[in-house]
């Protein structure tokens, strides 16, 4: 299943083993098992409604699983296991854990009521205790890294789609993640404001960030991703290198999927 | 356009376009039209305003209204002292209510069930009752309750008073008050909390921030920009619900109004005297609520904020001096010009 180059001795960032997740009745996702080892891009295509996003979300214990077992980097997702029993973990354990997961979103999620800086800097001052003067160094390297160093004292309403979400992506950087996730970090923007954020994004995994993306842009899963995996009704159809994948698909699904997309 | 268009172009041109042949306002000129004179508005606003001043006549020019009373009343000290102490009940009562219109808002928002319970029954029964009956009880309270306690287990601490002691008139005011509008203001802080989009709770959770610090840092100071103007409303509306404090005689503005007219039967002069300290107070409390309100748009909108009355009366007054400037357009024209001042800038 891991078609992935990296060494498979290493504890993987996300080892998921058969996730399952319902809302009420119905069950979005229905068995999922996926390894994202350490430094690898792994894309997650698929319509809408196949449970990608819910996926994500579970990643980062934003959704409770119901069944299966979800590894972040060795620790389980939201438990504790002792002799066989899972204990919840207390609210300060999970905030502890998301706090070294960023996750970026579609509808970018700014804070309004403050600038572009103050966005950076809020969660590293009063999640790690961080203090402001080194905090704020942190936030303009990398708004720098994001290309919008002059756009330090900018409110989100006066920045373009695209530089709110660059601005969110530098947002998630600043709690320094492990892992990050992104939830169709590009579905909301104008066509022609894409690139920068996929430019922001590609920079990100030359560095060796551990990325799990949601996405539409089959271009960057095929430049960018190490794996990609195509969802359909909350399992995985289809999964491999990108190529693979994305040129050769053998699967009906993702046959039709991909006709529709490409 | 620069070329001459050809026929079958020029009958496709829109609006907007301006071309060499066209016969008037090609180079943008302004337009310079008769306007069409509205000739019924004019007999409108001359029936109301005669009417209008029909109405202030009987007032003013009436036999039966001691204006010299009226003035002489307006700045008596028992008059100015029931004034002090409406402003004080208002105050002190808001005070109370916004505290607890939070609590019971985030309770209400509880996923605990006794906590969300509580709040619905707090918010059901105090304002589902009439705030004249809620004024009543608290200050008959001593009738249920006639002694109050106050203890800590285990040690000496102890303490008990007469109920009537401890619940004066203006205690009870204060707390009648305080109590009933706390339930709507409730729902207002609710209203407002849940006006935030859900992706800001989640943005900030997804930033290891715990529950508490999302809804300090994220979501209320969002939420105040929902909250602040029916908020402001509803402290105009406490000064004048103060007056209903006057059934157990609280000594405020109403009580003192009442209480004088009592003794020298001029009833319409004292209620005059009460309904013009009423309205200066609202008035200054709505120009107070003007600038607050102007304060939490910022960083709401991308656009200017807009002008205050006294930037727009200093913009006008510019405007007319200002030499070869057009005085048409000076007095109450509140042209693109209106916010170039904003900053102070000198035009």
């Not at chain 1, 996926?55 to 980062?60: A, K, P």
């Not at chain 1, 939830?183 to 060796?208: C, H, N, R």
């Not at chain 2, 009439?130 to 009880?137: D, E, V």
């Not at chain 2, 008139?169 to 009648?176: D, E, F, R, Y």
Request: net charge neutral.
């Amino acid at each position: 299943m891991n078609s992935t180059a990296e060494t498979r001795s290493a504890i993987p960032m996300v080892d998921a083993q058969s996730v399952h997740k319902r809302f009420g009745r119905l069950e979005v996702l229905k068995g999922i098992t996926m390894t994202v080892p350490a430094g690898a891009v792994v894309c997650l295509i698929g319509p809408s409604g196949s449970g990608k996003s819910t996926f994500l979300r579970c990643i980062n214990h934003l959704e409770k699983i119901d069944a299966g077992r979800l590894y972040v980097d060795g620790e389980l997702v939201g438990y504790r296991e002792k002799n066989e029993t899972l204990y919840e973990l207390k609210d300060k354990e999970v905030c502890n854990k998301r706090a070294e997961i960023g996750m970026v979103f579609q509808q970018f999620n700014l804070f309004p009521h403050f600038t572009a800086m103050q966005n950076l800097i809020e969660s590293p001052i009063r999640v790690k205790g961080e203090t402001k003067a080194a905090a704020t160094e942190r936030a303009r390297e990398l708004l720098a890294q994001v290309g919008l160093e002059e756009k330090a004292d900018s409110y989100p309403r006066q920045l373009s789609g695209g530089q709110q979400q660059r601005v969110a992506i530098a947002r998630a950087l600043a709690m320094d993640p492990k892992l990050m996730l992104f939830d169709e970090p590009t579905s909301a923007l104008d066509p022609e404001l894409v690139g920068d954020v996929l430019a922001v994004m590609k920079g990100l995994a030359e560095q060796g960030m551990t990325m799990v993306v949601v996405t539409h842009e089959m271009g960057f899963a095929r430049e960018v991703a190490d794996a990609v995996y195509f969802m359909d009704g909350g399992v995985i159809v289809e999964s491999g290198r990108p190529v693979a994948v994305l040129n050769n698909p053998q699967h009906e699904r993702t046959q039709l999927f991909l006709s529709k997309v490409l | 356009m620069t070329h001459a268009p050809s026929t079958a172009e020029s009958e496709l041109r829109t609006p907007g376009d301006s071309s060499p042949d066209a016969p008037h306002g090609a180079s943008g000129e302004a337009i310079r039209a008769v306007p069409v004179r509205h000739y019924w508005r004019w007999v409108g606003a001359i029936a109301a305003l005669l009417l209008a001043a029909a109405v202030i006549r009987l007032f003013v020019l009436s036999p039966n209204i001691d204006w010299d009373a009226v003035r002489e009343f307006l700045t008596v000290h028992r008059i100015l002292a029931g004034l002090r102490l409406t402003i004080i009940y208002t105050i002190l009562s808001m005070a109370l209510a916004i505290f607890l219109a939070v609590l019971m808002a985030v309770m209400r928002m509880s996923v605990n069930p006794v906590l969300s319970t509580i709040s619905w029954l707090y918010i059901w029964l105090f304002r589902g009752t009439p705030a004249l009956l809620q004024i009543l009880f608290w200050f008959n309270i001593g009738l249920v309750i006639p002694k109050l306690w106050i203890g800590i287990p285990f040690t000496d601490f102890f303490l008990e008073a007469d109920t009537n002691r401890v619940i004066t008139t203006s205690v009870a005011a204060v707390l009648a008050l305080g109590v009933c509008e706390g339930a709507y203001l409730a729902e207002i802080v609710r209203a407002g909390i849940q006006s935030v989009e859900f992706g800001q709770t989640e943005a900030a959770l997804a930033l290891g921030m715990k529950r508490s610090l999302a809804f300090r840092r994220i979501i209320l100071p969002q939420a105040m920009r929902a909250i602040i103007p029916p908020t402001g409303n509803e402290f105009i509306g406490m000064l004048k619900t103060t007056s209903l404090v006057s059934v157990i005689a609280a000594r405020e503005l109403m009580t003192e109004a009442q209480n004088i007219a009592a003794q020298n039967f001029l009833t319409i002069e004292l209620l005059i005297v009460a309904a013009s300290w009423y309205l200066l107070v609202t008035t200054v409390m709505t120009v107070g609520q003007f600038y607050i309100e102007r304060y939490y748009a910022r960083g709401s909108s991308n656009r200017d904020l807009p002008p205050t009355p006294i930037q727009r009366m200093r913009t006008s007054f510019r405007r007319l001096l200002a030499p070869g400037g057009r005085p048409a357009g000076g007095l109450g024209a509140t042209g693109p010009g209106g916010v170039d001042t904003i900053g102070g800038r000198p035009s």
